[in-house]
């Protein structure tokens, strides 16, 4: 690797684990709670310790100015959910478009076992070939999804973060099998960092006992979207996230540290 590869790893990590808060919602979803003021959203989570933001491409401009030093990673594919299928990745962004935006990375989104998984194998492969050229990282966000696929499936999970490593991505995010028991296997799957992704939004207890599970099981941090951004207290939740991930809180501690207020 380069050493200009190496520097924006460490733009998006510390000490090799990562807090990710992708906020690409917009194009899926549209401007959802949190996402209407991106601005202060992003002042906010960077300030309770985001390792970085993921945005797509257009949003670079409102990124920049409130990243208080986090990295910046830019999405390169998305669907909608009014679409007619949002496992339907489309590529939306290409290297240099991402180097021109800022970006200290890159990200693709896989759906392994769906129907359009031949065409994101086909996508991603390309992208990392590009990417590395560039000395840019490529976080792979590989799912399994599909027709008669668990989604929390240990196997089919590890498969889809071996997928990632075998295409070249140097980062990979999935879903969380539920403990950190059976996330060890998806763990030990890749030599890839795995960072688990957040899903819809929980409560507080359990969206810190699922980033507490996953670093247990050995995983290397999160990215997590609404669990985060959608909170009435971004700054907080980022707090105690980050707690957990870079100095090894237990959820308790957590939630001490960042001041949450959890109900009875």
Not at 37 to 58: F, H, S, Y
Not at 114 to 125: F, K, N
């Amino acid at each position: 690797m380069t050493a200009g590869f190496d520097a924006r790893l460490d733009r998006i990590s510390t000490g090799e684990k990562y807090l990710i808060v992708p906020m690409d919602h917009g194009i899926t979803m549209g401007a959802v709670k949190g996402l209407k003021d991106i601005e202060g959203t992003i002042d906010a989570v960077t300030r309770g310790g985001a390792d970085c933001v993921l945005t797509q491409k257009g949003i670079a401009s409102r990124v920049h100015p409130n990243t208080n030093g986090a990295g910046y990673v830019v999405h390169v594919n998305g669907s909608t959910t009014i679409g007619p299928d949002e496992n339907d990745k489309r590529v939306t962004c290409t290297i240099e478009e991402a180097i021109r935006a800022g970006a200290d990375a890159v990200s693709f989104h896989i759906n392994v076992g769906s129907d359009y998984e031949p065409e994101q194998i086909e996508g991603l492969a390309e992208l990392s070939g590009k990417a590395e050229r560039f000395g840019i990282p490529v976080l792979a966000m590989a799912y399994a999804r599909g027709p008669g696929i668990d989604s929390a499936d240990p196997e089919a999970l590890g498969h889809a973060v071996r997928l990632a490593e075998e295409l070249g991505a140097d980062v990979v995010k999935t879903g969380y099998s539920g403990d950190a028991e059976s996330f060890q296997h998806v763990i030990e799957s890749t030599r890839l960092p795995v960072v688990i992704a957040g899903g819809a939004r929980g409560t507080d207890e359990d969206t810190l006992e699922k980033v507490r599970g996953a670093v247990d099981a050995g995983g290397a941090g999160i990215s997590m979207g609404r669990s985060i951004f959608q909170h009435d207290d971004p700054e907080a939740i980022t707090r105690a996230v980050s707690t957990i991930i870079h100095e090894g809180a237990s959820v308790d501690e957590a939630i001490e540290e960042a001041g949450l207020v959890i109900e009875a």
